[in-house]
Structure formats: C-alpha cells, structure tokens
Nanobody, 122 residues
Framework: QVQLQESGPGLVKPSQTLSLTCTVS??????????WSWIRQPPGKGLEWMGA???????YYSPSLKSRTSISRDTSKNQFTLQLSSVTPEDTAVYYC??????????????WGQGTLVTVSS
C-alpha cells in the first residue's frame, strides 16, 4: 500500500525558507488521478491545507499562503517538495504530506504521512 514520509530540518530561522520533502512508496505520484498535498497544524490549532501537486504536475495553493509557497516534484525519486519562504514563528507547526482524490479538501485525503514538527526560531 502507499506510504508517505516527510523529511527535512526541524528548526528554521525566521526569514529563511522552510523546505520539506515527501517520499512516496508503494505507488507513483504520477498515477491518475491523485493529488499530493501539504497540510500543517500549528500547536493548539486545526489543520490547514497549504497546497497540492496533481498527478499531471499542476499545482494548487491556498490563497492565504500562495505568495510564499511553492510545491514541486521529482518523478525519478517519487518525491514532492514544499518550500515556504519568509517564515516567522507563526509558521511553527507539524507538517504533513498526504494523498487524495481532490485538492484543497481535507475530507478527501486518504493516506497521510506521520508528520514532522518544524519550529521557526532564532
């Protein structure tokens, strides 16, 4: 079955760019018709969908984060990557990658990674 695993630094300084990679096993990120999303959950708050990359390579972003977010993929490694620029302490959160059949709707995310905590602090 499909498994997702997030990786990246656990500590990022303010104003820097947060970069995380999601490695997918057990299935291809180009398989029709899946969307591969990034979601985050700040401490004590709810889940926030950040953006997604589709099986086709098209990207979709949350309007509130669009100016700072970039999602890309490496099909040879079966990975997709999140970059969030100009981070502040408010970007401290557990970051998840997930697969779903619909972008931007948490209800349709069927497979999740375990999540990784990223702290923004100097």
């Amino acid at each position: 079955q499909v498994q997702l695993q997030e990786s990246g630094p656990g500590l990022v300084k303010p104003s820097q760019t947060l970069s995380l990679t999601c490695t997918v096993s057990g299935g291809s990120i180009t398989t029709n018709y899946y969307y591969w999303s990034w979601i985050r959950q700040p401490p004590g708050k709810g889940l926030e969908w950040m953006g997604a990359i589709a099986y086709s390579g098209s990207t979709y972003y949350s309007p509130s984060l669009k100016s700072r977010t970039s999602i890309s993929r490496d099909t040879s490694k079966n990975q997709f990557t999140l970059q969030l620029s100009s981070v502040t302490p408010e970007d401290t959160a557990v970051y998840y990658c997930a697969r779903g059949l619909v972008a931007a709707d948490l209800r349709y995310l069927e497979v999740w990674g375990q999540g990784t905590l990223v702290t923004v602090s100097s």
